[in-house]
């Protein structure tokens, strides 16, 4: 069956512009997570989106923000960019409860640029 | 709040050696589960192995085996007969009741 599915997969925005990622999970998985990758911070967790409810947030500023569709599919927002917001944006998908939840798929990344 | 924690930035192995990778971390819950994801330069980021931490025994996927020890919240990866293709960044991740957290990462180099 067909993995995550990150788009795009490269991004080059100026600084003070808006930018949306999108995240198609695992068919049948309804629990999207978002984490943010750079060299100096590691793998920060953003925020977790479950049934289309946001069930856990990570410590990011509100410019950060996401949704969730019935389809369980993804997206994430970041409002006003900085420079330091430049890195690579990682989705995982997982069924999200009940004894199957036991592991998170990855996607292949956005890599977002700020200039 | 739970914390993972990766002592070795880095670590080196020869090919067909073993090496240990080491994870520690912190939590109050007591159903969790641990795992060990690998990055290799493409950033997929590929689950190596898992353990579930009701279960004593250690899991092993073929060259990769990790020794959990619950009471002193330890769980290292241990990489048998080294590869080339075993080079790569590896995050040890803790996941209970919330999100999941990830260490800080090692690289692993294999010498040829």
């Known amino acids: 069956k067909a993995g995550v599915t990150q788009t795009p997969r490269y991004l080059i925005k100026t600084r003070g512009q808006q930018v949306t990622l999108s995240c198609s999970p695992i068919?049948?998985?309804?629990?999207v997570s978002w984490y943010q990758q750079t060299p100096g911070q590691g793998l920060q967790f953003l925020f977790e989106?479950?049934?289309?409810?946001q069930r856990n947030k990570g410590n990011f500023p509100g410019r950060f923000s996401g949704r969730q569709f019935s389809n369980s599919r993804s997206e994430m927002n970041v409002s006003t960019l900085e420079l330091g917001d430049s890195a690579l944006y990682l989705c995982?998908?997982?069924w999200g409860q009940g004894a199957m939840d036991t592991e998170a798929f990855f996607g292949q990344g956005t890599r977002l640029t700020v200039v | 709040a739970q914390t993972v924690t990766q002592s070795q930035p880095e670590m080196s192995v020869q090919e067909a050696e073993t090496v240990t990778l080491s994870c520690t971390y912190d939590t109050s819950e007591s159903d969790y589960y641990l795992f060990w994801y690998k990055q290799p330069p493409s950033r997929q980021m590929i689950l190596v192995i898992r353990?579930?931490?009701?279960?004593?025994q250690n899991a092993t996927e073929n060259r990769f085996s990790v020794n959990f020890q619950k009471a002193a919240k330890s769980f290292s990866l241990k990489i048998s007969d080294s590869q080339l293709g075993d080079a790569a960044m590896y995050f040890c991740?803790?996941?209970?009741?919330?999100?999941?957290?990830f260490g800080a990462g090692t690289r692993l180099t294999v010498k040829p």
């Open positions: 991740a803790y996941k209970g009741y919330n999100d999941m957290r």
């Open positions: 995982a998908s997982s």
């Open positions: 068919s049948g998985h309804r629990s």
């Open positions: 353990q579930e931490a009701y279960k004593q």
């Open positions: 989106y479950f049934s289309e409810t």
